[in-house]
Each structure stands twice: as C-alpha cells, then as structure tokens.
C-alpha cells in the first residue's frame, strides 16, 4: 500500500476526511480506556473467584495501566520505524490477543498477561490518534480537537464501568474481556484505509531494548512495593529488596536516556518549561482521575451494597455531562490563556471530590452521581487545555515525542494513584476500625443498649437467648467493619480532593512561563 501523507488522505476524501480519520481514531483509543475501566467493578468477583484480596485483584486494573503507562514512550520509536499506520495496526492486533488470553485464561496469572498486552498496545494508540487529531486540525483548533480527544476518553470512563456492570449481571465476569473486542476489529479496519502512512524522515535508531526492561522493571517494582507494602510490611525484607530494585533501575533508566541515540525519553523536552510545568499537572491529574475512578464503583458496592450494575452507573451521569461540556470548553482553550482553565478545573475537581468524602452509606445514588458530576465538570476545563498547551509548546517533529512523554506521566500518576488509594483504603479501614472495636466495651452504654435491643428482638422471634447474643455481636461486628469501610473511602477522597489542590502550584508556573515563539 503506497506510503500516504496527510495531506494524501485529504485529496482523497476531501474535508470529511478530518471527521472519518477522527471517528476511527478515537473509537480505538475509546476502546482501550473502556477496556481499562471496565474491569473495576469486576474487583469484588475476582476477589470471590480467587479467593484474593482487593491487593491482588486490582492487578488486573494496574497491570494493564502500569504497562500501558511505560508504551507510552514507545510511540515515536513504533510511529518512526513504521509509519502512523502500520504502527496501529499491530497494535491492534496485539490488543485483540491480549483479550482473547484473558476471556479464555485458566487462572488469574494468565488473565494478568492478557492485560499486559493490552496495556502494552494501548499505551501506543493513545499518543498516537492524539498527533493524528493534532495534525489534521487546523492550528486555531486544536483545543478543539483535543477537546474532542478528551470526549471519547471521559465518555469511555464513564461507560466502563456500566458495560462492566450489565455483563458481569447478565453473562459473568469472564466475559468483560471479550465485549470491546468488536469496536477493536471496527477501528482497525478504518485504520488500515484512514491513518496516515508516510514515514519520518528522521532516521529511526534501534529499539531502545535496554531502557524500556529497565523502564518495565522500575515500574514493577514501584507498583510491586506499594501494592504489597501494607501486606508484607513496609520495612519486610521482600519490600526493602523490591525498593532496592525499583530504585536502581530507575536510575539506570535515566542514565540509559541520557545517552546519544536513546530513543524513549527525550529530557531536553523539560527544557521547555511551558511543557514541563504540564507534565507535573498531568501527573497529579492522572493520580486524582485514575484514584476516582477506581474508587468511585467499589465505594458503590462495598460501601452502599450496590450491584455491579448499579455501581457501575453511579459514574455514567457525569461522564455524559462532561461529553456535552467539552466541546464548549476546547472552544474556550482556544480562545483563552490556558492557565485559567487548568486552575479552575482543578479547583472545581478538589471540590468536588471533598463533597465525594462526606458521602456515606446513607448517600442517595442520584446525590452520590451529583458530586461526581461536579468533579467531572473540573475535569472538561483541564483535559483540552493541559493537552493543547503541552503539544502546542513543541515544534512540529517533536510531537510524537512530546505526544507519549506527556500521556508516560499522566498514566504514570494513574498508576500510582490507584495503587496509593488501595492501600490508603487498607490503612485508613484498619485504622478506623481498630478505634471503632476498642470503644465496644461493656462500660460503653450505647453498645449494651444496642445489644440488649438486639438480643430482645430475637427473642421475641423465638431466637434461643444463647443465639441471639452471638448473632447481636456478630450483627455488631458487621457494622463496625461497615462504618470503618466508610470512614476509609471518605478519607481517601479527601486526599484525593487536597492532591488536586495541589496542582494550583505547577499550575501557577505553567501560567507564568511565556509561550514559545
């Protein structure tokens, strides 16, 4: 097939091609987010199945984002060596594989393969259908088409879970691995006739095998240590030797980076503070969005005792609110400095999140759906800025390069801050209810008075008084657990809520670094 530039595809297709090459694009990136939410509201069957814990089912979130978020480098190296389309369709292949592994594995270490792959082919696809919208838009659109980006990516968040739901409900959880597997063949086939093919005309270097296993053991090792932390003990010996370990390969990394040819990290990029100051709102940005969006369906059935399906359209309201709302706040990124809207959607995003930690078991659905709409909202004034600033900051060539580093560290944040939330859930749940369990004493008044009328309603039920006492305790026990699952979840969005508050700081830099000329 001839090598076909964007401006090829444009003769051919005429102006609509702008709206096919997007559609098709974005129903690819579409599905490799949907395909790493949609496993969340799986997290309470897998424990169930395997009989794990919540640390060891969240793998099959991280280790598909962990993978994801170290392929993000690997965009300008696939895109060079084989051109915008036939880098997408490997991957894609590559993606479809992966699924069919996990829906057919025999245990969960196979399925956790399968998402590896996955994540490996999503964290190509993302950067790259960002640089094809960022080169078949016009330079006064691109908040535009950013915002559009954004829009295919937040409806998928929304929309993961809820599809997770319906068929965990409806077929069972093994077939949450096959349902995106059709919009995959669909994307594929409108890549092979849409996506743009000629090839860089810099020379492409060897694969950079060295730095991406060190890159792939570094981010192991960093997931490994806080994911198993507060199991093994934080000072363990398997813990300080997963820490060691993470730690020299980071730094082996970088070295590896620093030198002539290195094809993944480019460091004289963050000689750009414009597009420094972004990537650090990028990384905190990812840590609040991905830490949400985990939380927010298991709060729903853990805490509330939801369905999966329930849960999982606890997150659909605000999802479909921001897809409406984008399209006027990229029209807006085009036409104002872009740290007005990064510093008001991170605000609104902190708010909206410290309402999400006053929620509790007593928290209506539609109540619980409205704060999340609030913090969504924040989120549809950063997404088309953050992006737009960050690759508009860069010349022309350099945005592949541009395009996966500043997607590396948003899904970098992501990673962590679903892996720090999980074990901030452990801790801060031990933590209450270990205070709750000492104040149950027989000098507490309230608890005797509970207990007693406990004891007093089953008994009158005709429950023998040597049962009803062990059922009021066991009764008791539930609720402490239940309070103490609560308390957790809240102060997990509290963190989550002053992390965005946070952000105002690079947020402040990136407003004060002038653009480049």
């Known amino acids: 097939m001839a090598r076909d530039t964007v401006e090829d595809l444009f003769d051919r297709y005429g102006p609509s091609y702008r709206w096919f090459v997007t559609i098709g694009g974005l129903t690819a990136s579409f599905t490799m987010v949907l395909t790493g939410t949609i496993v969340n509201v799986a997290v309470p069957d897998v424990m169930g199945a395997y009989g794990v814990g919540q640390d060891k089912a969240q793998f099959l979130s991280t280790a598909f984002i962990t993978t994801m978020t170290a392929s993000q480098l690997l965009n300008a190296w696939f895109v060079g060596k084989f051109g915008q389309r036939d880098a997408f369709i490997i991957v894609l292949s590559i993606f479809l594989l992966g699924g069919l592994i996990c829906g057919f594995s025999p245990n969960l270490n196979v399925i956790i393969f399968g998402r590896v792959m996955q994540g490996f082919a999503a964290g190509i696809v993302q950067p790259l259908v960002m640089v094809t919208l960022f080169q078949v838009f016009p330079a006064d659109r691109r908040g535009t088409a950013m915002a559009i980006y954004g829009m295919g990516l937040v409806l998928a968040l929304g929309l993961g879970p809820v599809v997770g739901g319906v068929t965990i409900d409806v077929l069972g959880w093994r077939n949450i691995f096959f349902v995106p597997l059709p919009l995959v063949v669909i994307a594929l086939t409108a890549g092979i006739f849409l996506m743009p093919s000629a090839l860089n005309q810099r020379k492409t270097g060897a694969f950079d095998w060295y730095g991406y296993v060190l890159l792939c053991i570094s981010l192991y090792c960093m997931m490994s240590a806080i994911g198993h932390g507060q199991r093994d003990g934080w000072t363990s010996d398997r813990s300080m030797t997963v820490i060691f370990i993470g730690l020299t390969a980071t730094i082996g990394f970088v070295i590896s980076q620093l030198r002539p040819g290195s094809s993944m990290l480019d460091f004289s990029l963050f000689k750009n503070v414009r597009f420094a100051s972004a990537v650090v709102v990028a990384i905190v940005f990812g840590i609040g969005n991905f830490a949400s969006t985990y939380a927010i369906p298991v709060f729903g059935q853990l805490v509330q005792g939801y369905t999966a399906t329930v849960a999982g359209f606890l997150m659909l309201p605000a999802s479909l609110f921001v897809v409406m709302i984008?399209?006027?706040?990229?029209?807006?990124?085009?036409?104002?400095?872009?740290?007005?809207?990064?510093?008001?959607?991170?605000?609104?995003?902190?708010?909206?999140?410290?309402?999400?930690?006053?929620?509790?078991?007593?928290?209506?659905?539609?109540?619980?759906?409205?704060?999340?709409?609030?913090?969504?909202?924040?989120?549809?004034?950063?997404?088309?800025?953050?992006?737009?600033?960050?690759?508009?900051?860069?010349?022309?060539?350099?945005?592949?390069?541009?395009?996966?580093?500043?997607?590396?560290?948003?899904?970098?944040?992501?990673?962590?801050?679903?892996?720090?939330?999980?074990?901030?859930?452990?801790?801060?749940?031990?933590?209450?209810?270990?205070?709750?369990?000492?104040?149950?004493?027989?000098?507490?008044?309230?608890?005797?008075?509970?207990?007693?009328?406990?004891?007093?309603?089953?008994?009158?039920?005709?429950?023998?008084?040597?049962?009803?006492?062990?059922?009021?305790?066991?009764?008791?026990?539930?609720?402490?657990?239940?309070?103490?699952?609560?308390?957790?979840?809240?102060?997990?969005?509290?963190?989550?809520?002053?992390?965005?508050?946070?952000?105002?700081?690079?947020?402040?830099?990136?407003?004060?670094?002038?653009?480049?000329?």
């Open 326 to 517: 984008l399209p006027i706040t990229g029209r807006l990124t085009d036409r104002v400095p872009p740290q007005y809207p990064i510093m008001g959607g991170l605000l609104v995003f902190a708010f909206g999140s410290l309402l999400l930690a006053s929620a509790d078991i007593n928290t209506s659905f539609w109540t619980f759906a409205f704060y999340t709409i609030i913090a969504r909202f924040g989120m549809s004034f950063i997404t088309p800025a953050l992006m737009s600033t960050a690759l508009g900051s860069l010349p022309p060539d350099r945005l592949n390069q541009g395009s996966g580093t500043i997607n590396f560290f948003r899904q970098l944040g992501g990673a962590t801050g679903i892996n720090s939330l999980v074990v901030v859930l452990e801790m801060r749940t031990q933590f209450h209810s270990d205070a709750y369990t000492v104040t149950q004493t027989a000098s507490n008044s309230s608890t005797r008075e509970l207990l007693s009328n406990l004891e007093s309603v089953l008994t009158g039920s005709g429950v023998p008084a040597s049962q009803a006492s062990q059922i009021a305790i066991g009764h008791l026990g539930r609720m402490v657990e239940a309070q103490a699952n609560t308390m957790g979840f809240q102060d997990g969005f509290l963190i989550i809520g002053v992390v965005f508050i946070l952000a105002l700081i690079p947020a402040y830099i990136l407003a004060r670094a002038a653009p480049n000329k």
